[in-house]
């Protein structure tokens, strides 16, 4: 019979072979894969070091940044101020300014909202009980000192004031994870129509470039906002309708501001058709008042009649005097009030439509169009002093010849009614200018003008 050879010593060899195999291959294993770890973790801890320092987060207290820090290429000329972002202080100010203390009332984000029109409509707002949360850039297109004092005053009415730019993303986008703004009042913009000559990207920066970056962080929000955003009486351009209704052509803008308004209004259709968004556009017409623009002729002329200084009145090339249809800005606020009351809510979310969306644009202006050489007379009587006049052809500089809006339309849909004329807003102009800049009233314009420009 043949016998089986025995095999029990060669098989525990070879047991033993696999055995040393594997402890020998788990070895170099774990060697490896202490290697491979060490390596990863050292890229990690670099890629983490390199966002931290590039990207500090928004809600981190402990690194305070300029928000615009990091932002394209947009970021360096619109960034002016130093404000702190992030951090539970802070979102608590955002979330505190933005509640709304009346039943149904509004949270609004205000952009602009230490210009001259912001901020009248911030503490209008506020006043009747709404939130408001303002955001604006601080640019020195004219004097930010005025920019302070309007924002001393809206902080006594507890309204907090972001400092950053449209353009700012990350910010914008922030904001709307704090607070569900339920309007957005959009006012802040690149202003003044000569100032484009000078300075042409200014306006693509802010009045497209800005309005398109606000528009897609709206747009994706929920819930998404309705918005009332500032348009211009100069997107009429060389219309030769008298008085102008939002039915006239507006494709013949004479200035490039201008140009970017009318842009911002096709914009707004395409952000409603597409999104969902409520929209509506107030064309404004030359608004004036207490708190203006020092950019504006009856601002500056105010200023070179007290100082003895020439001033330039412009007529047309055939002899005519230029007019506009100066608003006061009391009316104006009540005109942006009732679009927003009016506005319906936008239908869409997080990014898609959902419905169709209200869509509007309405002249805001007082109906009433007065020469600029009547302008100067009424600041003459109210300053008592003689202005140095010098009368010239209005330079080819984007300047329209005359403006004259019909505001049925506001006034059916929400009332909007203008009340004061020329010489009673300009009084109250010139009462907080000689107040605000400390200067003696003269005999015309006695009286004292509080803080917050009511008589
Ligand atoms: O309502 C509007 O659409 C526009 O109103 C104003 O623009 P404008 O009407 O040109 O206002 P001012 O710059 O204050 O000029 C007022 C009038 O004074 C005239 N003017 C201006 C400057 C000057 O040295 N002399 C002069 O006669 C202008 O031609 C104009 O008729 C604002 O500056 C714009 O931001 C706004 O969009």
Not at 76 to 88: C, D, I, K, N, Y
Not at 206 to 227: D, H, T, Y
Not at 347 to 368: H, I
Request: net charge positive; hydrophobic share 35%.
């Amino acid at each position: 019979m043949p016998t089986t050879p025995d095999t029990s010593k060669t098989m525990k060899l070879e047991r033993y072979n696999s055995y040393l195999r594997k402890l020998h291959s788990t070895k170099l294993l774990n060697a490896s894969s202490k290697f491979l770890f060490r390596v990863t973790l050292l890229i990690a801890l670099v890629l983490i070091l390199f966002f931290t320092i590039t990207y500090p987060p928004l809600s981190d207290n402990s690194h305070p940044y300029r928000r615009h820090q990091h932002h394209s290429f947009l970021s360096t000329s619109l960034f002016s101020g130093s404000s702190l972002v992030g951090g539970a202080s802070w979102e608590k100010q955002v979330r505190h300014s933005s509640t709304p203390r009346r039943l149904n009332g509004f949270s609004v984000l205000v952009t602009g909202a230490v210009g001259f029109i912001g901020s009248h409509c911030s503490l209008a707002l506020k006043k009747r009980g709404d939130g408001v949360l303002g955001l604006d850039n601080f640019n020195d297109y004219y004097d930010p000192s005025l920019k302070r004092a309007r924002q001393n005053l809206l902080s006594k009415h507890q309204i907090f004031i972001v400092e950053g730019d449209l353009n700012d993303d990350a910010l914008l986008t922030k904001l709307f994870d704090v607070v569900p703004f339920t309007h957005i009042l959009h006012l802040a913009a690149q202003a003044g129509v000569r100032y484009a000559m000078q300075n042409p990207q200014s306006y693509v920066r802010s009045n497209i470039a800005g309005f398109v970056n606000l528009l897609e962080v709206a747009k994706a929000a929920n819930p998404q906002p309705a918005i009332v955003w500032a348009s211009s009486s100069s997107v009429y351009g060389l219309n030769t309708e008298n008085p102008f209704s939002e039915r006239d052509r507006t494709d013949q803008p004479a200035s490039l501001y201008a140009a970017t308004k009318k842009a911002g209004e096709e914009i707004a259709h395409t952000y409603n058709h597409i999104y969902g968004l409520s929209l509506t556009g107030l064309r404004f017409f030359t608004v004036y008042g207490p708190w203006g623009r020092p950019d504006m002729a009856y601002f500056f002329f105010t200023k070179d009649i007290l100082q003895g200084k020439p001033i330039d009145i412009y007529k047309t090339s055939d002899q005519k005097e230029v007019a506009r249809d100066f608003t006061y800005i009391d009316d104006v606020v009540k005109g942006c009030l009732g679009a927003l009351d009016t506005a319906e809510k936008s239908t869409g979310s997080g990014g898609k439509k959902k419905g169709p969306a209200q869509l509007r644009v309405y002249n805001l202006g007082n109906t009433s169009p007065v020469p600029v050489g009547r302008l100067v007379s009424i600041l003459e009587g109210l300053l008592g002093t003689k202005a140095k006049k010098h009368v010239i052809t209005m330079p080819r500089n984007g300047d329209v010849p005359f403006t004259h809006a019909n505001v049925t339309l506001a006034y059916k849909d929400f009332g909007y009614k203008p009340t004061t004329d020329l010489a009673s807003g300009l009084r109250k102009f010139v009462k907080w200018y000689v107040n605000y800049f400390g200067m003696e009233p003269t005999k015309s314009i006695k009286g004292t003008q509080r803080a917050d420009g009511s008589s």
